[in-house]
């Protein structure tokens, strides 16, 4: 017998519960991944993104579009190998989320 490991149970022999969770995730990821997202564009670029804080410390960003294709600094980032997830980030961008910030376009959800 093969052990196997599993982050979360499946659930598979529970069909409401199953569906309960179900109906969670997509609940979560639209929390996540799209609620008090504020659309933004860069002041230096144009790029556009949708941008949440959460607080001051956290910034969530979605970009709109493939970052290197409108981002001369994500545009640079990859042609050195850089690769989704990078730590690295653009100074223009943050320049213009704590400027949103500071003027009230952006609010924190503390």
Same mark, same amino acid.
């Given at each position: 017998?093969?052990?196997? /490991?599993?982050?979360?149970?499946?659930?598979?022999?529970?069909?409401?519960?199953?569906?309960?969770?179900?109906?969670?995730?997509?609940?979560? %990821?639209?929390?996540?991944?799209?609620? #008090?997202?504020?659309?933004?564009?860069?002041?230096?670029?144009?790029?556009?993104?949708?941008?949440? %804080?959460?607080?001051?410390?956290?910034?969530?960003?979605? /970009?709109?579009?493939?970052?290197?294709?409108?981002?001369?600094?994500?545009?640079?980032?990859?042609?050195? #190998?850089?690769?989704?997830?990078?730590?690295?980030?653009?100074?223009?961008? @943050?320049?213009?989320?704590? /400027?949103?910030? @500071?003027?009230?376009?952006?609010?924190?959800?503390?």
């Amino acid at each position: 017998m093969t052990a196997t /490991w599993a982050k979360a149970p499946d659930f598979a022999d529970q069909p409401a519960r199953r569906a309960a969770v179900a109906a969670q995730t997509v609940v979560d %990821k639209s929390r996540y991944l799209e609620e #008090g997202l504020t659309p933004l564009r860069c002041l230096t670029c144009q790029s556009e993104v949708m941008v949440r %804080k959460s607080s001051s410390h956290q910034t969530s960003i979605q /970009w709109t579009g493939d970052p290197a294709a409108h981002c001369p600094v994500y545009a640079r980032l990859a042609e050195q #190998g850089a690769g989704p997830g990078r730590p690295e980030s653009c100074a223009d961008l @943050d320049r213009t989320i704590k /400027w949103a910030v @500071d003027e009230g376009v952006i609010d924190i959800a503390e």
